[in-house]
């Protein structure tokens, strides 16, 4: 999911001399809660309907105003766009294509889009979301670690304890994965049913934690629940030059290989 595929594209912009007053009429007409505000095609600044109702209507939209949001491209994935939100404590950005105004993305569209990708038991992303991270990264030859995470007899689970209990597993280890994983280089999601994917931009011990972690065993209402984890790393032009579907049946093979033996 995209920017470029979210963001306001009809972008209404004010000149910074214009009153406080005749803003707010404005963009009561145009039924919106933001303005660009451009003087002599520069983007000089932006107005929200809390900085208008803050300011006395005789002022101008100079003195209301704050600072240009920060810019992304069409093409930034929606999640890089809201880390950059809380990076910067702010609700806007503009969207910029070769050097001209396209778009303008809020906080409010992302959080939106965003929950459409959510999974309803756990929080944590879906398998949509691991993709396009990964195909991102494979376009951009960024590398990355790649931990596919696979809870061991988890069938079973659900067969002598109940799908709630099950539930219960389920969640207990996305927050597991989720006290692990940083903000600003590492992607989650629960990929289907008892298994998860982590990319990492981390460095090969911290993966090593990561894995050792995770398949540490766990115990839940005197339950032991452990994992095993198939581990990828991207770093080569050859791996760049792979679908990520292959890269992720890769790990997951791994994950399998990892098995303790039944008994």
């Known amino acids: 999911m995209k920017v470029g595929e979210s963001m306001i594209r009809s972008v209404r912009t004010?000149?910074?001399?214009?009153?406080?007053?005749?803003?707010?009429?404005?963009?009561?007409?145009?039924?919106v809660n933001s303005v660009v505000v451009v003087d002599y095609g520069t983007i000089v600044g932006l107005v929200t309907t809390p900085h208008i109702r803050s300011s006395h209507p005789n002022r101008i939209v100079a003195d209301a105003m704050t600072a240009p949001p920060s810019e992304v491209f069409p093409?930034?994935?929606?999640?890089?766009a809201l880390k950059i939100m809380d990076k910067q404590g702010s609700?806007?950005?503009?969207?910029?294509?070769?050097?001209?105004?396209?778009?303008?993305?809020?906080?409010?569209?992302?959080?939106?889009?965003?929950?459409?990708?959510?999974?309803?038991?756990?929080?944590?992303y879906r398998s949509p979301y691991i993709h396009a991270?990964?195909?991102?990264?494979?376009?951009?030859?960024?590398?990355?670690?790649?931990?596919?995470?696979?809870?061991?007899?988890?069938?079973?689970?659900?067969?002598r304890y109940g799908h709630p209990f099950g539930d219960d597993?389920?969640?207990?280890?996305?927050?597991?994965?989720s006290s692990l994983a940083v903000k600003e280089r590492d992607y989650l999601c629960r990929y289907a049913g008892d298994e998860f994917v982590l990319i990492t931009l981390g460095d090969e011990a911290g993966v090593a934690s990561f894995t050792d972690f995770l398949a540490r065993p766990v115990v839940l209402d005197n339950v032991a629940v452990s994992a095993s984890v198939g581990s990828i790393a991207v770093q080569s032009e050859s791996a760049f030059s792979q679908m990520f579907r292959d890269i992720l049946s890769e790990a997951s093979l791994l994950s399998t290989s990892s098995k303790p033996v039944p008994r």
Request: proline share 2%; with cysteine.
């Open 133 to 159: 991270v990964g195909e991102s990264m494979l376009k951009k030859r960024q590398p990355f670690h790649l931990l596919f995470v696979d809870l061991n007899r988890f069938g079973e689970i659900n067969k």
């Open 91 to 124: 609700d806007h950005l503009l969207v910029m294509d070769e050097g001209t105004l396209v778009g303008l993305l809020t906080r409010e569209i992302v959080l939106l889009k965003l929950s459409e990708l959510r999974d309803p038991l756990c929080g944590l």
């Open 14 to 31: 004010l000149s910074s001399d214009k009153s406080v007053s005749y803003a707010s009429e404005r963009m009561n007409e145009w039924n």
């Open 75 to 80: 093409d930034t994935l929606v999640w890089d």
């Open 169 to 177: 597993v389920i969640r207990e280890y996305a927050n597991r994965i």
